[in-house]
């Protein structure tokens, strides 16, 4: 009898205590469902074509707004309208205003979702949640409806595969060039919707924002789930906001992997996905020198109080020469850095401020680039027309990296600034 | 005769959610109707102009990564599009099929490649068979769940059939 995976125990326990293996379908519930801008169409498919009435369990049920906020147009100002109706409606037990911040954030920082729970969210990159050693899986816009209806929700325990993660970084690389370099190394498809488990002594050292770096980006790998052994980092950080008790979940010693990749961390140097693919993956001295007109910092990957730190390590003092958007990914990230000086740094290096939120990275409402420019950012996808227009180029990167190229206007390597 | 004739779309490996229904568009254009006109708009400028109802898309390898964007599905479905053949999807746009009612079906490594758009896809269902060009596969089964869904025509129909 072998031992389980992170996966196994934890759709056994949402399953309602049942002892289950990888291929197994199973019916789970849920600890929290959320969505976030599209709960308005989410609410059109329970209502006009359920023709169903009262969601189950609104105590469970978050909605943030964070696509396309504030509203840019009269037609995204009645989506968030509705929502709101709905909120009052169903007594929805968590709702997070504009400029509160981007759904897998906010939740993070209030407490909602703990260590062994299972989360989905109608967002692609719910495997977020693996950070804090959650399961968090995406759902599509029917199936929240039907989680909102049933308060479950049938899946196929997933199989897994093993990431352990040695070593220790060097100077301007992060976890955001581990998870590039995990994409570029194997795949877009890597993941094959398989439970992604880290391992590996390299994870005591990584900061929180780090981990969650990781686990969000393995949506990019075509992971179901991603997972992060919690510590007592994890416990300390949850401790002011949890309202119920948890039980921490780790994999067996003798899980079954499909596989186990090993990585080097303090082999890396800082990487890029260049157009038009997140695995389309290279070192940074590759494309050093390329012409850029527009950096960002943000987003769910990489828009937190260390990410800003770290671009305004290399801002300070300097000068950017190309527009440069700052988008913290929530308030409280925000306020932490309008309090230590960082906000103030990146300002009169020239940076713009917005609204907490997904900003640019979706080609909702802002920072739309012009054909034929080319952006550079902390995001997650560089699909063509992600930001809004075709003939555009996205690259991603860490956030050093996009500061410095916004001082030179092109890519450049951190150090090259110093 | 069981078996259908269906004009294929065929397209390579990754195809994301971004380019088959751009972001941009995301809450602002909300009926099924016009969702469709904007089907695979960044990919494939020709197709939403010219598909009619029937035809199928063959693909590679990671269909419909990206983004969980339900309509991504929902464009190509009112498109006319009832089946999607590909080498592997992504795992979110595979629940987005079935609880939409759309058929994702698993082919061979390279059976996009063994065909062009505008080709004939043969389906026969009854004997479980696909054909195109001399290559033939046969289509694999699916799990009792994934088939209740399927049959009932989508997870919205199951679920009103469940309430009602």
Redesign the interface.
């Known amino acids: 009898m072998t031992g389980y995976t992170f996966a196994e125990k934890a759709l056994g326990r949402a399953a309602g205590g049942l002892t289950v293996r990888a291929g197994e379908?199973v019916d789970v519930t849920p600890d929290l469902v959320f969505s976030h801008?599209?709960t308005a169409?989410i609410r059109r498919?329970f209502q006009d074509?359920?023709?169903?009435t009262t969601i189950k369990h609104p105590e469970r049920v978050a909605f943030t707004l964070d696509?396309?906020v504030p509203a840019p147009?009269t037609?995204?100002a009645q989506?968030h309208a509705e929502i709101r109706e709905w909120v009052r409606q169903q007594n929805v037990a968590h709702f997070f205003e504009v400029g509160r911040g981007i759904c897998h954030q906010v939740i993070s920082e209030e407490g909602l979702i703990l260590p062994g729970e299972l989360i989905f969210g109608?967002?692609?990159h719910t495997t977020h949640f693996g950070w804090l050693g959650a399961f968090g899986m995406?759902?599509?816009?029917?199936?929240m409806?039907?989680l909102w209806?049933?308060g479950q929700i049938?899946l196929?325990v997933p199989r897994a595969l093993r990431i352990w993660l040695d070593g220790r970084p060097q100077p301007y690389t992060t976890a955001k060039d581990v998870a590039l370099h995990i994409l570029g190394r194997y795949g877009?498809?890597g993941g094959?919707?398989r439970s992604v488990e880290f391992a590996g002594n390299a994870i005591t050292h990584l900061s929180l924002s780090e981990r969650a770096v990781l686990t969000n980006m393995m949506a990019?790998f075509?992971a179901?789930n991603a997972y992060m052994p919690p510590d007592d980092a994890v416990f300390d950080y949850l401790q002011p906001h949890q309202e119920r008790d948890y039980t921490p979940l780790y994999p067996d010693a003798d899980a079954v992997y499909d596989e186990t990749h090993h990585i080097d961390i303090s082999a890396l140097t800082p990487q890029i996905a260049r157009p038009h693919?997140p695995?389309n993956v290279v070192a940074l001295d590759e494309v050093a020198g390329t012409p850029v007109q527009q950096a960002f910092i943000g987003t769910c990957t990489n828009g937190r109080y260390e990410d800003l730190c770290a671009a305004a390590e290399i801002l300070r003092g300097q000068r950017a020469r190309i527009r440069l958007i700052v988008i913290p990914a929530s308030s409280h990230v925000l306020e932490q850095a309008a309090r230590s000086g960082v906000l103030a740094d990146l300002i009169s290096a020239g940076a713009t401020i917005s609204t907490p939120g997904c900003g640019p990275c979706?080609?909702?409402h802002m920072g739309?680039p012009a054909p034929d420019e080319a952006t550079i950012s902390t995001g997650n996808?560089n699909?063509?027309?992600?930001m809004?227009t075709?003939e555009a180029d996205i690259y991603l990167s860490n956030p050093y990296v996009v500061a410095a190229s916004a001082i030179t206007g092109r890519i450049t390597d951190p150090q090259e600034v110093l | 005769m069981t078996t259908t004739t269906h004009r294929a779309w065929v397209y390579g490996d990754?195809v994301?959610t971004?380019?088959i229904f751009?972001?941009?568009y995301?809450?602002?254009v909300?009926e099924p109707e016009q969702i469709a006109r904007h089907a695979l708009?960044?990919?494939d400028a020709d197709f939403a102009s010219n598909v009619q109802s029937g035809d199928v898309i063959v693909a590679g390898?990671?269909w419909g990564?990206?983004?969980?964007?339900?309509q991504a599905?929902t464009a190509l479905k009112y498109c006319g599009v009832r089946v999607i053949i590909a080498q592997?999807f992504?795992?979110?746009y595979?629940?987005?099929c079935i609880?939409?009612g759309i058929h994702p079906i698993l082919c061979p490594p390279d059976f996009n490649k063994s065909i062009k758009t505008g080709d004939t896809v043969l389906i026969d269902y009854a004997k479980g068979v696909i054909s195109a060009n001399g290559e033939t596969f046969n289509i694999p089964p699916l799990?009792p769940?994934v088939r209740h869904i399927l049959s009932a025509g989508?997870?919205?129909a199951m679920?009103?059939a469940r309430?009602?």
């Open positions: 379908v801008d599209n169409a498919i074509e359920i023709g169903a696509h396309a147009t037609r995204h989506n109608s967002d692609s995406a759902v599509g816009r029917t199936e409806a039907a209806l049933t049938w196929q877009a498809d094959q919707y990019e075509g179901m693919r695995d979706m080609g909702n739309v996808r699909f063509r027309g992600r809004g075709r | 990754n994301n971004d380019v751009p972001g941009k995301t809450y602002t909300r708009e960044d990919l390898r990671n990564c990206g983004s969980s964007r339900e599905v592997a992504s795992g979110l595979f629940r987005n609880n939409q799990s769940t989508g997870l919205v679920l009103k309430s009602g």
